[in-house]
């Protein structure tokens, strides 16, 4: 029996939630089948939910956060894995329901564990963390829907974020001509560099659409931040186009018609990263290998270590955290 270091998390009476770090004994670990040597884990804008209030998501406290864990199989009861594995998790409610990455060690599934691909180092697995892999479920899914680079150009929301920064570049990769919204005209150089043909600030799309159809600009949407941005960039989508939406960090509700749906025969694909079955799992992840450029993603980095998470988390929920954070938890 050993000891591991994890950032506990504990919720007060007046729900606020204070984290420390601790050294724990194994047998605190939950259940599980498969024992991780975790090496890093990051920081996505549901862990900031976690570390301020617990967003609802988190059930016993005290609790260890971080949806997304990256490192080496320690032990293993599981026949598909073995000591030595290179893994990475994301979703399954972990760093929710069972504790998380934010931690030296962590108990899991054995079932939730993708092996890493070769070509992906566990930091670089976390850079890319929930917020990359959504992104890459959101460029699949335009795809599946027949988006492709001669139909025009694709608007990314919430560009300057985890999962808009890795969409800019993947999407620019693959050679589509990327519009970057943003509220951070600042970042401009930053999302040029991730491959965005053109920023488009915020404001030109907050103001709610005064009709249910605008011109047509748009082969495909990524958005993550819903609200009235998403209702201004359907009324944008051309004809048979598509819009991926994974995000609410601009609010759960938007103000949209359903005549872009009906006159412009467009599709909306509704994207779950923590669900998700593990065949796309493993497609998203073969594809991040090849199509998201590795210098753009080490640009993206922010490094941080396990004391840096209580200061980062309300950062993230205000939309000042640029591109990904990186946690050592050692
Ligand atoms: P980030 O905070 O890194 O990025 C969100 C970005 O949205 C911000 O950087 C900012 O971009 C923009 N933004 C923030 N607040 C507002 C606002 N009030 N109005 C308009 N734009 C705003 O978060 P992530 O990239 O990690 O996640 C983005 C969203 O996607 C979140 O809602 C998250 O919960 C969701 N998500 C969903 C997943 C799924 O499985 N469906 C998986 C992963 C994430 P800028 O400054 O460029 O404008």
Request: net charge neutral; proline share 5%; with cysteine.
């Amino acid at each position: 029996m050993g000891t591991f270091r994890a950032l506990l998390s504990e919720q007060g009476a007046d729900r606020k939630v204070t984290s420390t770090i601790q050294t724990l004994d194994d047998s605190r670990l939950p259940t599980g089948d498969v024992t991780v040597a975790v090496d890093y884990s990051t920081l996505n804008y549901k862990d900031g939910l976690v570390l301020t209030s617990g967003g609802g998501l988190v059930k016993t406290w005290p609790h260890v956060g971080g949806i997304d864990l990256a490192g080496t199989v320690f032990s293993s009861d599981n026949p598909a894995f073995r000591a030595g594995d290179r893994v990475v998790l994301n979703g399954y409610r972990v760093g929710e329901l069972h504790w998380g990455g934010y931690a030296s060690r962590a108990r899991v599934k054995g079932d939730w564990l993708v092996k890493l691909p070769q070509a992906i180092s566990a930091k670089r697995a976390m850079a890319i963390g929930t917020a990359g892999y959504t992104a890459m479920l959101c460029v699949l899914a335009l795809e599946k829907h027949g988006v492709t680079p001669a139909r025009g150009e694709v608007l990314v929301t919430g560009a300057a974020g985890g999962v808009g920064s890795v969409a800019v570049a993947i999407l620019a990769k693959l050679g589509y001509q990327v519009v970057a919204a943003t509220g951070r005209p600042q970042e401009a150089d930053y999302l040029k560099g991730l491959g965005a043909a053109a920023i488009m600030e915020r404001k030109e799309l907050t103001e709610a659409p005064d009709r249910p159809l605008l011109s047509e600009r748009f082969a495909g949407v990524v958005d993550t931040v819903s609200g009235v941005m998403f209702a201004r960039a359907l009324a944008m989508v051309k004809y048979g186009g598509a819009a991926a939406v994974c995000g609410l960090a601009g609010g759960a509700s938007f103000p949209g018609s359903i005549v872009p749906f009906i006159l412009r025969g467009i599709t909306v694909c509704g994207i779950d990263s923590v669900m998700l079955p593990m065949t796309p799992r493993l497609e998203a992840w073969t594809r991040l290998a090849t199509d998201l450029p590795l210098e753009k993603l080490d640009a993206m980095v922010v490094d941080a270590r396990l004391d840096d998470l209580p200061g980062l988390a309300p950062q993230i929920l205000k939309g000042q955290v640029r591109g990904r954070v990186v946690v050592d938890v050692n």
